[in-house]
C-alpha cells in the first residue's frame, strides 16, 4: 500500500499591494534554499517585497512543522511564484481638464517547502 505522509506545505497570500515584477526579483534569491538560509537573506535584502515573502516563508515552515510533523531543519524552499492579482485603476488629474489613468498593480504570492531527503 502506497505511504500517504504529505511531502510539501504551502503559503499563499492574494492581494498583496505590490507589483509582481517586483516581487519576482526577490523571489530569485530564495528559490531553491534552505528555510533558516532564505530568512536570512530576505531580512538582508533591502527591497519592500521582502518584508511581505519573509511573513509568507514562515508560514509555510509553520504549516509543515504543526500540520505534517516535518522536521524544520531539513525545510527547503521547493517553489516559489508570483502571479498578477487585480489591478487598481485611479485617476491622476492633468493640465487642461484631462485625466490620466494610474494602475495599482497587486500580486498573488505562494511559497512551497519541502523536506530535504
Known sequence: MAD????????HRE????????VLIVLDLIRG??????KGIL???R?????????????????AENN???DK????????????????KRIMPRAQGRAFRILKRTSHIT???RERA
Open 4 to 11: 500517504n505522509k504529505v511531502t510539501e506545505a504551502k503559503a
Open 33 to 38: 534554499k534552505d528555510v533558516e538560509l532564505a
Open 68 to 70: 505534517f510533523g516535518m
Open 43 to 45: 531580512k538582508n535584502t
Open 73 to 88: 531543519d531539513k525545510l527547503y524552499v521547493s517553489e516559489c511564484y508570483a502571479t498578477p492579482g487585480t489591478t487598481l
Open 47 to 63: 527591497k519592500s517585497a521582502s518584508e511581505y515573502i519573509y511573513k509568507i516563508v514562515c508560514e509555510a515552515a509553520a504549516n
Open 15 to 22: 492581494h498583496v499591494r505590490i507589483s509582481t515584477r517586483k
Open 111 to 113: 511559497v512551497v517547502v
